[in-house]
Protein backbone atom coordinates (compact mmCIF):
# COMPACT_ATOMS: atom_id res chain seq x y z
CA UNK A 1 0.00 0.00 0.00
CA UNK A 2 1.02 3.38 -0.56
CA UNK A 3 0.71 6.50 1.39
CA UNK A 4 2.39 9.53 2.99
CA UNK A 5 1.92 10.78 6.82
CA UNK A 6 2.46 14.30 7.83
CA UNK A 7 2.74 13.70 11.28
CA UNK A 8 1.73 17.78 12.45
CA UNK A 9 -1.52 19.08 11.89
CA UNK A 10 -0.07 22.63 12.94
CA UNK A 11 3.56 24.58 12.82
CA UNK A 12 4.28 27.75 14.32
CA UNK A 13 7.35 29.25 13.51
CA UNK A 14 8.62 32.71 13.97
CA UNK A 15 9.11 35.37 11.05
CA UNK A 16 12.85 35.16 9.87
CA UNK A 17 13.16 31.50 11.11
CA UNK A 18 14.21 28.19 10.08
CA UNK A 19 11.08 26.02 9.00
CA UNK A 20 10.54 22.70 8.50
CA UNK A 21 7.38 21.04 7.48
CA UNK A 22 7.65 16.83 7.75
CA UNK A 23 6.10 14.14 5.53
CA UNK A 24 7.27 10.51 5.66
CA UNK A 25 6.45 8.23 3.02
CA UNK A 26 5.60 4.64 2.62
CA UNK A 27 5.89 3.67 -1.18
CA UNK A 28 6.56 0.03 -3.06
CA UNK A 29 9.38 0.59 -5.55
CA UNK A 30 11.27 4.33 -5.79
CA UNK A 31 9.03 7.02 -4.86
CA UNK A 32 8.12 9.94 -6.76
CA UNK A 33 7.52 12.71 -4.20
CA UNK A 34 5.92 16.36 -4.48
CA UNK A 35 5.09 19.07 -2.23
CA UNK A 36 2.18 21.40 -2.83
CA UNK A 37 0.97 24.88 -0.85
CA UNK A 38 -2.49 26.22 -0.73
CA UNK A 39 -3.50 29.23 0.05
CA UNK A 40 -6.95 30.29 1.28
CA UNK A 41 -9.76 30.29 -0.79
CA UNK A 42 -7.11 28.62 -4.10
CA UNK A 43 -6.50 25.36 -5.68
CA UNK A 44 -3.19 23.58 -4.63
CA UNK A 45 -0.23 24.73 -6.26
CA UNK A 46 3.13 23.12 -7.24
CA UNK A 47 6.01 23.69 -4.86
CA UNK A 48 8.77 20.74 -5.87
CA UNK A 49 9.14 16.98 -6.75
CA UNK A 50 11.80 14.30 -6.06
CA UNK A 51 11.87 12.01 -9.29
CA UNK A 52 15.65 10.67 -9.18
CA UNK A 53 18.94 12.66 -8.78
CA UNK A 54 20.48 14.65 -5.76
CA UNK A 55 18.63 14.77 -2.46
CA UNK A 56 18.28 18.13 -1.94
CA UNK A 57 15.43 19.68 -4.20
CA UNK A 58 14.87 23.17 -4.73
CA UNK A 59 11.54 24.59 -5.47
CA UNK A 60 9.29 27.47 -5.61
CA UNK A 61 9.46 30.75 -2.99
CA UNK A 62 12.46 29.40 -1.67
CA UNK A 63 11.42 26.05 -0.41
CA UNK A 64 13.49 22.97 -0.29
CA UNK A 65 13.23 19.57 0.52
CA UNK A 66 15.74 16.81 1.41
CA UNK A 67 14.69 13.28 0.31
CA UNK A 68 15.76 10.33 3.15
CA UNK A 69 15.64 7.12 1.90
CA UNK A 70 16.91 5.35 5.16
CA UNK A 71 14.04 7.04 7.23
CA UNK A 72 11.61 7.30 3.98
CA UNK A 73 11.25 11.46 4.49
CA UNK A 74 10.79 14.30 2.29
CA UNK A 75 10.57 16.82 4.64
CA UNK A 76 9.73 20.66 3.08
CA UNK A 77 12.19 22.94 4.42
CA UNK A 78 13.30 26.99 3.84
CA UNK A 79 16.32 28.93 5.75
CA UNK A 80 14.19 32.02 6.77
CA UNK A 81 10.03 32.23 6.53
CA UNK A 82 8.58 34.83 5.92
CA UNK A 83 4.46 35.91 6.96
CA UNK A 84 3.23 35.02 3.56
CA UNK A 85 3.99 31.18 3.47
CA UNK A 86 1.47 31.09 6.10
CA UNK A 87 -0.85 28.21 4.08
CA UNK A 88 -1.59 24.57 4.09
CA UNK A 89 1.00 22.28 2.86
CA UNK A 90 0.73 19.49 2.00
CA UNK A 91 3.28 15.98 0.84
CA UNK A 92 1.84 13.77 -1.61
CA UNK A 93 3.66 10.70 -3.38
CA UNK A 94 2.95 8.63 -6.95
CA UNK A 95 3.84 4.92 -7.75
CA UNK A 96 6.13 4.28 -10.52
CA UNK A 97 3.25 3.41 -13.14
CA UNK A 98 0.23 5.29 -12.12
CA UNK A 99 -0.82 8.83 -12.73
CA UNK A 100 -2.54 9.90 -9.47
CA UNK A 101 -1.41 11.31 -6.28
CA UNK A 102 -1.43 9.82 -2.77
CA UNK A 103 -1.65 12.87 -0.52
CA UNK A 104 -1.11 13.77 2.78
CA UNK A 105 -3.53 15.22 5.41
CA UNK A 106 -1.64 18.53 5.06
CA UNK A 107 -0.08 20.64 7.89
CA UNK A 108 -0.76 24.48 8.32
CA UNK A 109 2.28 26.54 8.81
CA UNK A 110 1.65 29.71 10.69
CA UNK A 111 4.36 32.14 10.77
CA UNK A 112 4.42 34.85 13.52
CA UNK A 113 5.58 38.20 12.70
CA UNK B 1 -0.80 30.34 -20.27
CA UNK B 2 -4.35 29.76 -18.58
CA UNK B 3 -4.27 27.69 -15.72
CA UNK B 4 -7.03 25.08 -15.10
CA UNK B 5 -10.80 26.75 -15.35
CA UNK B 6 -13.70 25.67 -12.86
CA UNK B 7 -17.05 26.70 -12.81
CA UNK B 8 -19.39 27.89 -11.17
CA UNK B 9 -16.93 29.44 -8.23
CA UNK B 10 -20.08 28.82 -5.28
CA UNK B 11 -22.84 27.00 -6.09
CA UNK B 12 -26.04 26.96 -3.36
CA UNK B 13 -28.77 24.74 -3.65
CA UNK B 14 -31.50 22.95 -1.79
CA UNK B 15 -30.87 19.01 -1.08
CA UNK B 16 -32.51 16.98 -4.13
CA UNK B 17 -31.71 19.01 -6.86
CA UNK B 18 -29.20 18.20 -9.46
CA UNK B 19 -25.31 19.69 -9.23
CA UNK B 20 -23.14 20.05 -12.36
CA UNK B 21 -19.56 21.53 -11.75
CA UNK B 22 -17.17 22.30 -14.97
CA UNK B 23 -13.55 21.92 -15.89
CA UNK B 24 -11.71 23.09 -18.69
CA UNK B 25 -7.67 21.82 -18.21
CA UNK B 26 -4.86 23.03 -19.11
CA UNK B 27 -4.42 23.21 -22.85
CA UNK B 28 -2.15 19.82 -23.95
CA UNK B 29 -2.55 18.01 -20.06
CA UNK B 30 -3.69 14.67 -20.91
CA UNK B 31 -4.52 13.63 -17.68
CA UNK B 32 -7.63 15.23 -15.77
CA UNK B 33 -8.69 14.65 -12.00
CA UNK B 34 -11.49 15.60 -9.79
CA UNK B 35 -10.82 15.83 -6.18
CA UNK B 36 -12.89 16.43 -3.38
CA UNK B 37 -12.12 18.74 0.02
CA UNK B 38 -13.56 18.56 3.45
CA UNK B 39 -12.24 19.38 6.75
CA UNK B 40 -13.10 15.88 8.19
CA UNK B 41 -11.69 14.11 5.39
CA UNK B 42 -9.00 16.29 3.85
CA UNK B 43 -8.63 16.01 0.13
CA UNK B 44 -9.58 13.03 -1.53
CA UNK B 45 -9.52 11.82 -5.48
CA UNK B 46 -12.91 11.39 -7.04
CA UNK B 47 -11.63 10.19 -10.30
CA UNK B 48 -9.11 10.39 -13.06
CA UNK B 49 -9.00 10.58 -16.84
CA UNK B 50 -6.31 9.96 -19.24
CA UNK B 51 -7.08 11.12 -22.95
CA UNK B 52 -10.36 11.41 -22.03
CA UNK B 53 -10.99 8.06 -20.45
CA UNK B 54 -11.63 7.13 -16.95
CA UNK B 55 -9.13 5.18 -15.80
CA UNK B 56 -10.10 5.22 -11.75
CA UNK B 57 -13.24 5.66 -10.65
CA UNK B 58 -12.93 3.63 -7.47
CA UNK B 59 -13.30 7.56 -5.49
CA UNK B 60 -16.73 8.27 -6.29
CA UNK B 61 -18.64 7.99 -3.48
CA UNK B 62 -21.55 6.65 -4.77
CA UNK B 63 -23.86 6.49 -7.83
CA UNK B 64 -25.26 9.78 -6.91
CA UNK B 65 -21.76 10.89 -8.92
CA UNK B 66 -21.09 10.63 -12.11
CA UNK B 67 -18.38 12.71 -14.50
CA UNK B 68 -17.26 12.88 -18.08
CA UNK B 69 -15.05 13.93 -20.32
CA UNK B 70 -16.62 14.61 -23.70
CA UNK B 71 -12.94 16.44 -25.35
CA UNK B 72 -10.02 17.04 -24.39
CA UNK B 73 -10.64 20.27 -23.17
CA UNK B 74 -13.80 19.92 -20.79
CA UNK B 75 -14.85 17.60 -18.05
CA UNK B 76 -18.32 17.58 -15.69
CA UNK B 77 -18.64 16.10 -12.45
CA UNK B 78 -22.65 15.17 -11.93
CA UNK B 79 -23.79 14.90 -8.58
CA UNK B 80 -28.12 13.69 -8.68
CA UNK B 81 -29.34 14.49 -6.48
CA UNK B 82 -27.49 16.13 -4.05
CA UNK B 83 -27.48 15.60 -0.52
CA UNK B 84 -26.57 18.24 2.10
CA UNK B 85 -23.26 15.66 2.81
CA UNK B 86 -22.09 16.39 -0.34
CA UNK B 87 -21.11 19.99 0.88
CA UNK B 88 -17.28 20.21 -0.06
CA UNK B 89 -14.75 22.07 -2.25
CA UNK B 90 -14.40 20.38 -5.31
CA UNK B 91 -11.22 20.63 -7.47
CA UNK B 92 -10.38 20.04 -11.49
CA UNK B 93 -6.77 19.32 -11.84
CA UNK B 94 -4.42 18.55 -14.94
CA UNK B 95 -1.36 17.56 -15.77
CA UNK B 96 0.88 15.80 -18.87
CA UNK B 97 0.67 11.83 -18.86
CA UNK B 98 3.43 10.69 -16.62
CA UNK B 99 3.96 10.27 -13.31
CA UNK B 100 6.67 13.02 -12.41
CA UNK B 101 4.71 15.58 -13.98
CA UNK B 102 2.62 17.99 -11.40
CA UNK B 103 -0.94 18.33 -11.63
CA UNK B 104 -2.46 22.37 -11.87
CA UNK B 105 -5.33 22.95 -9.83
CA UNK B 106 -7.97 25.05 -10.71
CA UNK B 107 -9.45 27.29 -7.43
CA UNK B 108 -12.58 25.13 -6.88
CA UNK B 109 -16.52 25.06 -6.53
CA UNK B 110 -17.49 25.86 -3.28
CA UNK B 111 -20.56 23.63 -3.12
CA UNK B 112 -23.37 23.91 -0.66
CA UNK B 113 -26.88 21.57 0.08
CA UNK B 114 -28.93 22.93 2.48
Known amino acids: AQSVAQPEDQVNVAEGNPLTVKCTYS??????LFWYVQYPNRGLQFLLK??????LVKGSYGFEAEFNKSQTSFHLKKPSALVSDSALYFCASAQSGANNLFFGTGTRLTVIP | DAGVIQSPRHEVTEMGQEVTLRCKPISGHNSLFWYRQTMMRGLELLIYFNNNVPIDDSGMPEDRFSAKMPNASFSTLKIQPSEPRDSAVYFCASSRTGVNQPQHFGDGTRLSIL
Open chain 1, 50 to 55: YITGDN
Open chain 1, 27 to 32: VSGNPY
